[in-house]
């Protein structure tokens, strides 16, 4: 029998096949079983009837929840369907009967699933979490291939810090002191030297202790470096690379972005053209000195604020109302069930609410007594690109702020050419990039300052000693990038095996 997969049943319809897979769900009514298979490539229902199966009929009474089978029948175009077609079965193989699956169909606390995300990952939303992640990595990779961009890996283990020493793993490295790498940017600056355009992909390490929604210890970062650019040509790529990545995902994961329930329009701002505002620009508008189309910063939080807290009353309301349905003596089995789990739902958008409610107060009086020549903290980021429905370049940094390779601006010499571009809808930033300071005295003066050790950058230093050439590039935050185009609450979905200071396991 012909074992096809469910993404290729377009090519099928009318003929007889067999799909291999894990029943999803099973629904029953008289003499017919609804089988809802997933086989990695996506879901399809499958009609088993009586009176095609004969005896063994009875056998799919044992199909539950992730049992493995092999289903023959007759591809049928449905537009009804998920997918767009069905499976009338003829015949069926059980695999494996699978044992009773802690992950039902109802709500789950977030730390229940991610105690079981070997098992999560199976799950429809996780499932396409993970399509938009593969899309994505591909469409970062035709990008600068078709650029003629060399694809070269920086090592892991390192003996030297990059982006300051305070969240570095140490590692022993046979007696010797080394460090999961934090950023492989040093070693692509090498390899730009020798291929002109490069990017790194690689994983990334940070000993972040703090706990956000946007942070990992273990991610993975996009790192071209090229010769010969400055920053306004940096700027230029990052917009480039970032259009076309979101537009191929559009194009690609149609599906999936709608079991995310993606507002498609959101993302279609990367076709505008990115805002770029100067640090001491941006600083003006988180304060309220300066308005961003018509709108003031602190007066929009003020609204929001107002708005959460009405919002909270409906939802109490609606919860109210509902659980008198759930425990009243008269309403049908299925109301119930459909109003519990509306309550559940209510509850957890609820506890956003209240979440809410407690931040804007402090983002209001972070964004109000905001120093000049600070770090944007998260609320920060998340408060300035509120106001623009796209995203935004924010250029120009004070230089004690930032890494200690970056080129001074000149006239300028307390700044910097750096960019951190932050992603629309409160997400803050996906990419953090700059031009490169070519002076070697100057960087000698640097590495002195941040107290880290000459002799371990020599070897970069060497850069600057033979046909030093100006140079720039960026980092992508690859899980950073899929949690705004999914629009995830937080990170960790992002990625099969999270890591993160609270978790190691699974
Ligand atoms: O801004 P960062 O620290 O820049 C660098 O590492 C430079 N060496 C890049 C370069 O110019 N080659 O990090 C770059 C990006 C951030 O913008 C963010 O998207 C992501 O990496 N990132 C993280 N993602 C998840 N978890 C973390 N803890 C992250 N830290 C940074
Ligand atoms: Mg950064």
């Not at 899309?135 to 070269?152: G, K």
Request: proline share 3%.
């Amino acid at each position: 029998m012909k074992w096809i997969y469910i993404n290729e049943m377009k090519n099928h319809v009318g003929q007889e096949v067999t799909l291999k897979g894990w029943v999803a769900n099973r629904r029953d009514s008289k003499g017919l079983a609804f089988v809802t298979l997933r086989d990695g490539m996506g879901f399809c229902q499958c009609v088993v009837a009586e009176e095609a199966v004969g005896d063994t009929f009875e056998q799919t009474k044992s199909l539950s929840q992730e049992s493995a089978v092999s289903i023959t029948g007759i591809v049928v175009k449905d537009e009804k369907q998920l997918g767009g077609f069905e499976l009338q079965a003829n015949a069926f193989e059980i695999i494996d009967v699978a044992e009773d699956y802690p992950i039902t169909p109802k709500e789950h606390g977030v730390d229940f699933l991610l105690e079981r995300r070997h098992l999560w990952l199976r799950s429809k939303r996780q499932w396409a979490i993970m399509k938009v992640r593969n899309a994505t990595i591909y469409a970062i990779h035709s990008f600068f291939q078709n650029r003629d961009f060399a694809l070269m890996d920086s090592p892991i283990f390192t003996g030297s810090a990059a982006e300051g020493t305070t969240d570095l793993f140490k590692t022993d490295y046979f007696g010797q002191e080394a460090y999961l790498a934090q950023t492989g940017q040093l070693y692509g600056e090498a390899m730009a030297m020798a291929h002109g355009k490069i990017y790194t992909f690689g994983p990334t390490f940070r000993a972040e202790k703090s706990k956000t929604r946007r942070h990992l210890t273990e991610f993975w970062m996009i790192e071209p470096e090229m010769a010969f650019f400055d920053l306004e040509m940096d700027m230029d790529l990052i917009e480039d690379m970032l259009r076309f990545v979101v537009n191929e995902v559009i194009d690609r994961c149609q599906a999936e972005l709608e079991i995310l329930d993606r507002d498609i329009e959101a993302l279609k701002s990367v076709n505008q053209k990115f805002p770029r505002i100067t640090y001491d620009e941006a600083i003006d508008i988180l304060t309220g000195k300066k308005d961003v189309n018509g709108i003031n910063a602190i007066a929009m939080l003020e609204e929001d604020l107002a708005q959460t807290k009405a919002a909270i009353e409906d939802a109490k309301k609606e919860i109210e109302e509902r659980e008198i349905i759930v425990n009243d003596n008269v309403s049908k089995k299925g109301i119930k069930n459909f109003n519990r789990n509306k309550v559940a739902q209510l509850k957890a958008s609820l506890k956003d609410l209240e979440e809410d409610e407690r931040n804007i107060p402090q983002w209001i009086e972070s964004a109000k007594n905001f120093e000049h020549g600070g770090d944007l903290g998260g609320s920060d980021e998340t408060v300035l690109t509120r106001l623009f429905g796209c995203p935004i370049m924010v250029y120009n940094w004070p230089r004690k702020i930032k890494a200690f390779y970056m080129k001074r601006v000149e006239g300028n010499l307390d700044y910097v050419k750096g960019v951190d571009v932050l992603a629309p809808e409160g997400y803050g930033e996906i990419v953090g990039g700059s031009e490169r300071e070519t002076d070697l005295d100057f960087l000698l003066e640097q590495i002195a300052e941040e107290n880290l050790s000459r002799e371990d950058y020599e070897w970069y230093l060497d850069l600057r000693r033979f046909g030093s050439v100006p140079h720039a590039g960026f980092g992508l935050g690859l899980e950073r990038l899929i949690t705004w185009i999914c629009k995830l609450k937080h990170i960790r979905e992002a990625i099969p095996f999270p890591r993160t200071s609270q978790r190691l396991k699974p």
